[in-house]
Nanobody, 122 residues
């Protein structure tokens, strides 16, 4: 089970920090990431942190503004979002997948949290 939190309403230029905690099994050897879905649009990849080396990868829209990190317990993941824009308004989903390779495709992630709403006002 994945539980995401930290969403809310923020003005453009502001910051939010999302958190996701995994429970129910050991997720320390899984890739953990975030996707988002804006109204009327498809889900899109935001960021992922790999297991092992904790390498991070970002969508172009997130580079330089968002930072993904894994918690010390390795079953938590955070997304620090700075310089938020109205285009960042979406439901943000925490995701997990196993295997050797990470992915930017939503279909490759079998575990999804319920999502947390981020609204950025102009």
């Amino acid at each position: 089970q994945l539980q995401a939190s930290g969403g809310g309403l923020v003005q453009a230029g502001g910051s939010l920090r999302l958190a996701c905690a995994a429970s129910g099994r050991t997720f320390s050897s899984y890739h953990m990431g975030w996707f988002r879905q804006a109204p009327g649009k498809e889900r899109e990849f935001v960021a992922v942190v790999t297991w092992g080396r904790n390498t991070t990868y970002y969508a172009d829209s997130a580079k330089g503004r968002f930072t993904i990190s894994r918690g010390n317990a390795r079953n938590t993941v955070h997304l620090q979002m700075n310089s938020l824009k109205p285009d960042d308004t979406a439901i943000y989903y925490c995701v997990i997948k196993g295997g050797i390779f990470y992915s930017t495709r939503s279909d490759d992630y079998p575990y999804w949290g319920r999502g947390t709403l981020v609204t950025v006002s102009s």
